[in-house]
Nanobody, 121 residues
Framework: QVQLVESGGGLVQAGGSLSLSCAPS????????MVWYRQTLGDQREWVAS???????AYTNSVKGRFTISGDVAKNTVTLQMNSLTPEDTAVYYC???????????????WGKGTRVTVSS
């Protein structure tokens, strides 16, 4: 199965910036949305931001005004620009591609293995 590959994680000081990128190992047809999630140790995976085929974006409240998602959903590529980072943003960030197909529509998810972001205080 096609996997997504994230890159761009690392260590940054509070107030700094990082840009995460995601691209597929192959071709995923008819992707409906590209999404970023994050997960800290012991916590559930948290939705961070998403972008749809029409370019519409959405963000979780804690990152609004600081993070920007962009990309080409049809090409399965997405970037997450993260500014004004805080230690609370420390997590493993995962890229996700969502495909709805069939009738009734069935959801298929494609995932990457994640990239670690560490924000020091």
């Amino acid at each position: 199965q096609v996997q997504l590959v994230e890159s761009g994680g690392g260590l940054v000081q509070a107030g700094g910036s990082l840009s995460l990128s995601c691209a597929p190992s192959g071709i995923i047809v008819s992707v409906d949305a590209m999404v970023w999630y994050r997960q800290t140790l012991g916590d559930q995976r948290e939705w961070v931001a998403s972008i749809a085929t029409d370019g519409a974006t959405a963000y979780t409240n804690s990152v609004k005004g600081r993070f920007t998602i962009s990309g080409d959903v049809a090409k399965n590529t997405v970037t997450l620009q993260m500014n004004s980072l805080t230690p609370e943003d420390t997590a493993v960030y995962y890229c996700n591609a969502v495909v709805y197909s069939g009738s009734p529509p069935r959801r298929t998810d494609y995932w990457g293995k994640g990239t670690r972001v560490t924000v020091s205080s």
